[in-house]
């Protein structure tokens, strides 16, 4: 089904629908492979819109696919390189899906959710106002929001139910979930790719503020990252030269349609309410904006 040139929920005969998340179609290729299909499905206070984002799955998929190419000496990914016509059932279209599909492998995914934080916003700046810390992690006083950290912060979370809210963790938390070794993993690699992601970005003027991964084992313990990479949609993009401390900087996600239903009498629970199409486009806009800035080669990448 697909709104225009949007496309809100994908239908592949032939193919087993496993799961529809917010954002994503999850298809079963076989025991060993998924196809995940990235839909312009927009999220906001953990509700899905009605409204699709125009081009959104596919700057997603674009964003991450980047990144995944990026990561692979730090962590192997799920990408297995395979084409959406090779898994396809014969004579299924898949125009449509061609630049926002992927066929990955077939993994167990964790049960947290791997949040990185440089920057002192969002749950982090709540928590710091009433607790002087962050998800247990004591700070400096005198902070303000939207100052960078004076350290990268592992801040785990359990993965919520759809409509539920993420609960942020401690890392013994976490251990004791996944145990200590892989915990420690997961928590290293994640804070070297942030790392890594976040001085490619601010040499392309954008602050990557904060993020969060997602990783899964294979049937012999391999970790792998999986889903999607520093994304808008799960990360925090600043414009640099926009940037100051004590408020909250724009960005270039989906913060636009928020300050939309921040606007309305809305309860933030489902259904959400019909999106303006001058607000879809605006946010697509943005979307597109952070893809154009964070892939374009360099001078400097030639080095």
């Known amino acids: 089904m697909s709104s225009g040139d949007a496309l809100f929920q994908s239908e592949i005969p032939g193919l087993a629908l496993l799961a529809r998340g917010k954002v994503r179609d999850i298809y079963a290729v076989d025991d060993d492979y998924l196809l995940i299909v990235t839909t312009d499905r927009l999220s906001a206070y953990d509700v ?28 192997p990914n799920h990408l297995t390189g395979r084409t959406l016509d090779s898994v396809l059932p014969p004579a299924t279209p898949g125009k449509s899906l061609e630049c926002r599909s992927i066929v990955c492998r077939r993994l167990s995914p964790l049960p947290i959710e791997a949040v990185v934080r440089g920057y002192l916003i969002g749950s982090g700046w709540r928590d710091y106002q009433s607790t002087g810390r962050v998800c247990g992690i004591s700070l400096p006083a005198g902070l303000q929001q939207a100052s960078r950290l004076p350290e990268v912060l ?5 993965k919520a139910d759809a409509g539920d809210h993420d609960e942020n963790i401690s890392f013994e938390k976490t251990v004791k979930l996944i145990g200590h070794d892989l915990a420690a993993r997961v928590r290293d690699c994640s804070i070297r790719i942030y790392e890594r992601a976040a001085e490619h970005a601010l040499a392309r003027g954008i602050i990557i503020a904060d993020t969060k991964f997602e990783f899964g084992l294979d049937g012999d313990g391999r970790l792998y990252l999986i889903d999607e990479v520093l994304t808008p949609d799960s990360s925090r993009f600043w414009p640099l030269d ?10 270039f996600d989906k913060q636009f349609v928020r300050d939309y239903l921040d606007t309305l009498d809305w309860n933030r629970t489902a259904p959400g309410p019909k999106i303006p199409p001058a607000i879809l486009q605006k946010t697509s806009e943005k979307y597109r904006d952070a893809l154009r800035i964070l892939t374009a080669p360099q001078e400097s990448d030639k080095i």
């Open 48 to 75: 899905v819109m009605p409204d699709p984002v125009p081009g959104k799955g596919e700057v997603l998929t674009r964003i991450s696919n980047f990144w995944f190419n990026m990561m692979t000496d730090i962590l």
């Open 154 to 158: 592992f801040t785990p979370a359990t």
């Open 242 to 251: 926009s940037y100051r401390t004590g408020t909250s900087p724009p960005s």
